[in-house]
């Protein structure tokens, strides 16, 4: 085996600015663990139960042909399934690619993703301050690692990533409806220890003054017991005037051998992250954009308008236990503990539009709020032939509960910003925004979401070359928002999954088709009459999303190419609207629809040379909404772009005085991507005067009414749905509030 590799990329494009420099040094490398060899041994944790030596050590070739495939996963149908005989789809970040990339994100990893875009990066805030992404015209957040619920209200840090996994499709059958998306899921499989002493220390630098260590050590204990730890510190300036990330990382990972058919896995991550961002920027968006093109932005573009006294931190930690047991030669049991708590403590801020080719108030907020999730979920596994037919069935439950304690501070304005020449009147001080947040009353909130699942999966090898898959799950939930008066109590949802594969060359190339189900349960709304008065509380039912599929996958040239190539149609309907008859009310009805193309290849075409690259087209359309609703026949802003692609190539010497140094090149491009795709809608109010009374105020001067209404605007701003517009209107002598709003 090697003792060590090499890596320097010239240099690495992709829709973040170039990193002129950015090296690599092998500062130690531990005997019989070179950083390739240590790729391979990263096995997921949720391995197949029914060959638990599978995580023992894999002897790799000299020539690592198409190392950036991984054929096999054990996770996405939580069985063993090849790619070629699973009727989804999936695409791979593998080990082997984040370190040639020297990824430091999630979201560097996932630009080798045909169709996924970053919607927007990690704010840090309440309950859901991760990043957003977007997947087949859907917004969706890593919220799963090794199969399991894993909370975070911040970025990730890849240093104890094995794989990623990107399972496209609305995957509620096996995932539930609460971690996925309709568009899919983003699974974190993490590295576990294996049987030999070794590991690797590393550090990068590179512009904004880039410092990064990572360590990877890993030992046996004994001769069934082994540990190993990934930890990780980095530190990076912001391209701007102000703004800093500052984060430390630590992973440590227990095997235990208990027996021959007994396995115990214990992996558990502490992340600690602080940083100093810009504000958000919101437009007023019950009128006209007063922006006609970029211009303004750009010319203070490298302003941040913040200090870094205003930092946010985000600490999370994690812990996963598994049991991983073959009862016999056809059985096997997997039971997973997962445990995982989120902060967000700090200081978060935005800038606000005021209807002003110009100026942005600048609102603060001091936040404190703690996000926990309990996991447990139980598989059993057969694998069975009856005569030349094999059945692979799979029967499972979980359990998921979910808390949130939010300690809501008042939202208060701290001077104005002006694009044109950069002046602001704010003070950028912690003590500052103290002093005014005390000015306000605080208040707390709780939520809680409770699901108990059932799910059965079964697949069936017909003949050599056809196989039938089938799925069906069926989920309790009971939970509701911080704000509602009601709660949703055991409601039922139903999913199902078929599949099938033709394989005219088995193990070469396969056709397959499917069709798949999600589905989300949706917080309870309130009712009002149309004078505003509260009525009442509606519990609404569960959003269904159907996906059919059809494509071809390949595995040819003696492995050296890989190819997925599918077309998806996505319906999701009982889509939460506006109520036509009473825009202060909520109904259901809507109807959106998202189709598309997907192509993915990997390649090996010479040695030492891979290839990954990837397309994607999706036309997304809101078809049914309220009569005068802002997004009918428009695309989605959660969508993304319609055309994306994404490609890198790498070369490594194997001879010569350049032997296991890589050079490796890449890029992204996409089309344009709406962030307000909307009608303007305006309100006609009949009122007493000939002219309502309109009085423009921040939201936090409404923080403190009692009214559902006003508690409903605040609970869409501390959950990324900024108010275009509060205005406390006079309709008819009756005070009211009425608001325009769009996801941030």
């Known amino acids: 085996m090697e003792s060590h590799t090499k890596h320097t990329t010239l240099f690495k494009t992709h829709t973040c600015p170039i990193r002129i420099l950015s090296l690599l040094v092998a500062l130690a490398a531990f005997l019989h663990a070179g950083a390739e060899n240590a790729e391979d041994k990263d096995a997921p944790n949720t391995v197949d139960t029914m060959n638990i030596y599978s995580l ?13 495939a991984s054929p096999t996963s054990h996770t996405v149908a939580k069985m063993q399934l090849g790619d070629l005989e699973n ?15 020297l990824v430091t994100n999630l979201n560097d990893a996932l630009k080798n993703v045909p169709g996924v875009q970053r919607l927007w990066e990690s704010t840090g805030r309440q309950s859901d301050g991760g990043e957003y992404y977007t997947m087949r015209g859907f917004s969706v957040q890593p919220t799963i690692i090794n199969g399991v619920a894993g909370l975070s209200n911040g970025a990730l840090d890849p240093a104890n990533v094995a794989k990623i996994e990107a399972i496209k499709g609305p995957s509620g059958t096996l995932y539930g409806g609460n971690l996925i998306s309709y568009g899919g899921l983003i699974n974190i499989v993490t590295k576990t220890p294996y049987n030999s002493f070794g590991g690797s220390v590393g550090y990068m630098t590179g512009s904004h003054g880039l410092n990064r260590f990572t360590a990877d050590v890993n030992t046996p204990l004994s001769s ?44 558990a991550e502490y992340y600690a992250p602080e940083r100093a961002v810009a504000p958000m920027i919101f437009l007023y968006r019950s009128s006209d954009v007063q922006f006609k093109d970029t211009r303004l932005f750009d010319a203070a573009y490298k302003r941040s308008f913040t200090s870094d006294e205003l930092t946010i931190s985000n600490p999370t930690f994690g812990l996963q236990a598994q049991a991983l047991y073959n009862i016999n030669s056809h059985w096997s049991s997997q039971t997973i503990v997962s445990s995982s708590i989120a902060g967000s ?3 978060y801020t935005y800038l606000w539009n005021n209807q002003s080719s110009q100026l942005f108030t600048r609102y603060a907020s001091k936040v404190n709020s703690t996000s926990s999730a309990i996991n447990i979920q139980q598989n059993f596994n057969a694998d069975h032939r009856f005569g030349t037919v094999r059945n692979r069935f799979l029967a499972g439950a979980d359990f998921l509960q979910r808390n949130i304690v939010n300690n809501a501070n008042p939202w208060v304005a701290n001077g104005e910003v002006s694009l044109a020449d950069g002046s602001d009147t704010g003070v950028l001080t912690a003590s500052a925004i103290d002093k005014l947040v005390a000015e306000g009353k605080a208040t707390q909130s709780r939520a809680k979401v409770t699901i108990y699942g059932v799910y059965v999966s079964d697949v069936i090898d017909i003949t050599r070359h056809l196989s039938a898959l089938v799925g069906l799950r069926l989920d309790n939930y009971s939970g509701g928002s911080m704000y509602a008066t009601e709660e949703v109590k055991d409601q039922l949802s139903f999913s199902q999954k078929l599949g099938l594969v033709f394989q005219p060359l088995p193990d070469k190339l396969s056709l397959f088709a499917n069709y798949m189900n999600g589905f989300t349960n949706n917080d309870p709304v309130s009712v009002y009459d ?23 996958k390949a595995n040819l040239w003696d492995e050296r190419l890989t190819l997925t190539a599918s077309y998806y ?28 193309v997907e192509l993915s290849l990997t390649a090996n075409p010479l040695t030492g040379l891979n290839v990954i690259m990837g397309y994607s087209y999706n036309d997304n359309k809101i078809t049914k909404d309220a009569a005068d609703g802002d997004y009918l026949g428009r695309r989605s802003e959660s969508a993304g772009p319609a055309h994306m692609f994404n490609l890198w190539a790498s070369y490594r010497f194997f001879t010569g005085a350049l032997k296991d140094w890589s050079v490796g090149l890449g890029g992204n491009a996409a089309s344009e991507n709406k962030i307000l795709n909307r009608h303007i809608r305006i309100a006609r109010i009949c009122c007493r005067e000939r002219t309502p009374v309109v009085h423009r105020r921040p939201l936090h001067h409404f923080a403190q009414g009692r009214q559902p209404a006003q508690q409903e605007i605040l609970q869409r701003m501390e959950h990324g749905v900024a108010p275009a517009a509060v205005q406390c209107v006079h309709r008819c002598g009756i005070p009211f509030l009425i608001m325009h709003t769009g996801q941030a």
């Open 56 to 68: 023992k050590e894999v002897e790799v070739s000299a020539s690592m042909r198409n190392r950036f």
């Open 87 to 101: 009727p989804q789809v999936y695409q791979t970040v593998s080990s082997a690619l984040l370190k040639e990339q």
């Open 224 to 267: 069934k017991a082994y540990l190993r730890v990934n930890a990780a510190y980095h530190y990076q300036r912001s391209f701007q005037d102000a703004g800093f990330s500052r984060s430390l990382f630590i992973a440590p990972s227990f095997r235990f051998d208990a027996s021959d058919r007994l396995t115990f896995l214990v992996n």
């Open 345 to 347: 403590d700090g200081y």
């Open 530 to 552: 149309k004078d505003g008065k509260f009525v009442k509380t509606k519990v609404l039912d569960p959003e269904h999303a159907n996906q059919w599929e059809a494509g071809v």
């Open 569 to 596: 149609d996505i319906r999701v309907g009982n889509r939460s609207m506006t109520d036509p008859d009473n825009p202060l009310n909520t109904v259901q009805g809507g109807v959106e629809r998202s189709k598309g």
